[in-house]
């Protein structure tokens, strides 16, 4: 049988990087126009330009560099901070990202030019609190919340009620949300009113919903885990450096 001649339609090429996890399409349209992406071993610096979607891609030594100086931050966000870069309504988590809010220790590698096109990885609501991740490489953000990822988000989860056998079963396998039947969820009872949850999914609201579905009130949401990233003893409202690598292991 022939194949689909539709798989073979020319793809843009900054749609191409960001699929194959090199970088996102905004800083592949950048590298592009930089004359740093080689397509087949050929130099392309024509913004918009499409390739089949086997061709082979490599980045310039150049732009790995660039890469490598991206930054990005971790910070134990309060509840009543919203998770956005500005709000005129609510505080902003990011306006938290200052110097004097910086972990200990870590004053020399502060640097302003580290605030410059951050994007939020995975929010929390304003009535959350915990582990919140701000980022400057393309590549973390697909890895962590793209559309095919699988990356789990831990949390820790408080109710009004008593949690019963029952609920914990359809908490972790069988609800739907917006007509959606939810990916299988990790659901461990720690006591009686106090579970932990891990997903792997990040729909709006998703654990408070999904409690509201089995006739449960939260009254305490904190993420304590994204990946291998543990929030661990970082003190709430103050923010880390994340080393190369911790988030998603070989970036």
């Known amino acids: 049988m022939d194949r689909d001649p539709k798989l073979k339609e020319p793809v843009r090429l900054s749609k191409l990087m ?28 024509q913004l918009g330009i499409r390739f089949p979607p086997d061709v082979e891609i490599e980045l310039d030594p150049q732009a790995r560099q660039t890469q ?4 990005t931050i971790m910070l134990n966000k309060p509840v009543g901070y919203v998770s956005m870069l500005r709000d005129e309504k609510y505080p902003s988590a990011y306006e938290l990202l200052t110097e004097p809010n910086l972990m200990k ?52 989860v408080r109710t009004e009620e008593r949690i019963s056998d029952d609920q914990i079963k359809l908490l972790s396998y069988g609800l739907e949300l917006e007509g959606e039947k939810l990916k299988r969820a990790q ?42 990233l543990k929030l661990g003893s970082l003190p709430r409202g103050q923010w880390r450096y994340v080393e ?3 988030v998603v292991p070989g970036l």
């Open 105 to 156: 220790g870590q004053e020399e590698l502060f640097r302003r030019k580290h605030f410059n096109d951050l994007s939020i990885i995975g929010r929390l609501d304003i009535d959350s609190h915990g582990l919140l991740l701000f980022t400057q490489d393309g590549r973390i953000a697909k890895q962590v919340i793209g559309p095919d990822s699988n990356t789990e988000k831990e949390y820790l």
């Open 18 to 45: 960001s699929e194959r996890g090199l970088c996102s399409r905004r800083e592949a349209d950048a590298l592009i126009e930089q004359g740093l992406v080689f397509v087949n071993g050929e130099r392309v610096s």
């Open 187 to 228: 659901v461990e009872q720690l006591d009686e009113t106090f579970m932990k949850i891990v997903l792997t999914q990040g729909k709006h609201r998703q654990i408070r919903r999904m409690c509201e579905l089995v006739d449960l009130h939260v009254t305490g949401l904190k993420r304590v885990r994204i990946a291998n």
């Open 68 to 71: 490598r100086g991206f930054a």
């Open 244 to 246: 190369p690598g911790e």
